[in-house]
């Protein structure tokens, strides 16, 4: 098992940015691939980003909905990830979870239903 807590959070204007984390528990240990996904009001949950948790060299893969505007990122030393969101824009409000399954090498899953593992969610706000 392993805990997610995301953090950072908030209302921003757009043109903003703001960088969320997500710490990391238990068994810190195995080879995770770390997602991102989103959920707006009435919407489906939306694949973000995804990158391996295991030490080395990173694999980050993104949705072609965010543009080039978000960078994930992690700390293994300090059991974070980071998503780092850049150019705001209203369309981004939703709350942002952290997620997480046993990667085994390969493509990386963007499906929800994928992912084993999830935090509480923190809601991002980015007013016009």
């Known amino acids: 098992q392993v805990q997610l807590v995301e953090s950072g959070g908030g209302l921003v204007q757009a043109g903003d940015s703001l960088t969320l984390s997500c710490a990391v528990s238990g068994r810190t240990f195995e080879t995770y691939a770390m997602g991102w996904f989103r959920q707006a009001p009435g919407k489906e949950r939306e694949f973000v980003a995804v990158i391996n948790w295991s030490i080395g060299m990173t694999f980050p893969y993104y949705a072609n909905s965010i543009k080039g505007r978000f960078t994930i990122s992690r700390d293994n030393a300090k059991n974070i990830v980071y998503l780092q969101m850049n150019s705001l824009i209203p369309e981004d409000t939703a709350v942002y979870y952290c997620?997480?399954?046993?990667?085994?090498?390969?493509?990386?899953?963007?499906?929800?239903?994928?992912?084993?593992?999830w935090g509480q969610g923190t809601q991002v706000t980015v007013s016009s």
């Open positions: 997620a997480a399954y046993i990667w085994r090498g390969g493509d990386f899953y963007t499906e929800a239903q994928r992912y084993d593992f």
